[in-house]
């Protein structure tokens, strides 16, 4: 087990990897805010089947907060996280300070349509802002040849495809499963906000998404099945639903049931915002793809 170079400067990470673009090599990264868990390791783990050697930033990007938001609460264990970066393997971390991705003056930020509208940006208007303009300025200053981000944040996952669609960004956008709990829960730094009591609230949330995913490919009313996830959700004790919606899942556009769909959803438990996702299969799916997600759910 070897442990990756640390680098906290753009100079220090470009040099690292003209020397690796000299030997031929090819390059994954994974952007992260750290307090990494299994969800982040599994995107390391297929960057690394990918490619020859991968970048792992940790970076809790202050431009993606709102002020009202846990910019300053959101766990930093940067020493935990390099012994876990070793155990998966990863060769280089990529750990800048504010002031090196943010330097005094800095006066630019992307602002991406299509599908960061809707969703998170009804409850989080600047927060696609911050994600692409950190995520363009990690690839422009790493140049990887893939990067792989998690389908847990799945409107964040389209609007950085949109991303590097729209600025010709050359990276190839590789999306990675969910990594859950035993009882379905997504993994997710912020589940360390939670209570057990919470916790025991937050495995309802893809029970509910599943059964309700379910109900839609079964032929349900859009409308009646979401509102019903919503009055599940608070019933199963969530404080307050953000949205439960159903979109086209490559674009976000509204739902049609004759393409692959989402089901996806934000709700609050006490003070802390859980997000979650679920594939609609569309009614163009074969019967026997059918049962067996039915099944499943
Ligand atoms: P974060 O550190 O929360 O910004 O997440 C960094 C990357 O890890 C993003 O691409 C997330 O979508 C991904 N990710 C977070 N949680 C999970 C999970 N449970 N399973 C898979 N990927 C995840």
Redesign the pocket.
């Known amino acids: 087990m070897s442990r990756p170079l640390v680098v906290d400067s753009v100079a220090a990470l470009r040099t690292q990897i003209r020397d690796w673009r000299r030997q031929g090599l090819s390059l994954a990264m994974?952007?992260?805010?750290?307090?990494?868990?299994?969800?982040?390791i599994?995107?390391i783990t297929i960057a690394l089947e990918k490619a020859d050697r991968c970048i792992v930033s940790i970076f809790v990007?202050p431009t993606q907060f709102a002020p009202s938001e846990d910019l300053d609460k959101y766990p930093r264990q940067l020493a935990q996280d390099l012994d876990r970066l070793a155990d998966a393997g990863a060769q280089l971390a990529f750990t800048p300070g504010v002031a090196e991705m943010y330097p005094a003056g800095f006066a630019t930020r992307i602002s991406v349509g299509g599908p960061a509208a809707g969703l998170e940006s009804d409850f989080r208007p600047t927060f696609f802002d911050g994600v692409a303009t950190v995520v363009a300025k990690l690839f422009l200053q790493a140049s990887p040849d893939y990067a792989?981000?998690?389908?847990?944040?799945y409107q964040?996952?389209c609007v950085v495809r949109q991303l590097c669609r729209d600025l010709d960004l050359p990276v190839d956008i590789i999306g990675?499963?969910?990594?859950?709990d035993a009882h379905g829960l997504?993994?997710?730094?912020?589940n360390a906000y939670l209570a057990d009591a919470e916790l025991e609230v937050a495995r309802q949330l893809n029970a509910i998404l599943r059964r309700t995913a379910a109900a839609l490919a079964a032929g349900a009313d859009e409308d009646s099945a979401t509102a019903e996830a919503s009055r599940a959700l608070v019933k199963a004790g969530f404080d307050k639903v953000d949205y439960v919606a159903a979109r086209e899942s490559l674009t976000l556009a509204p739902w049609r049931r004759d393409r692959d769909g989402r089901l996806l959803a934000a709700a609050w438990l006490g003070k802390t915002r859980l997000i979650d996702n679920v594939e609609v299969p569309s009614a163009l799916a074969d019967q026997a793809t059918l049962r067996s997600f039915i099944a499943f759910s």
């Open positions: 994974v952007p992260t805010m750290g307090a990494l868990h299994d969800g982040h599994s995107l990007n792989v981000f998690g389908e847990k944040d964040q996952l990675a499963p969910t990594v859950r997504a993994m997710s730094s912020r």
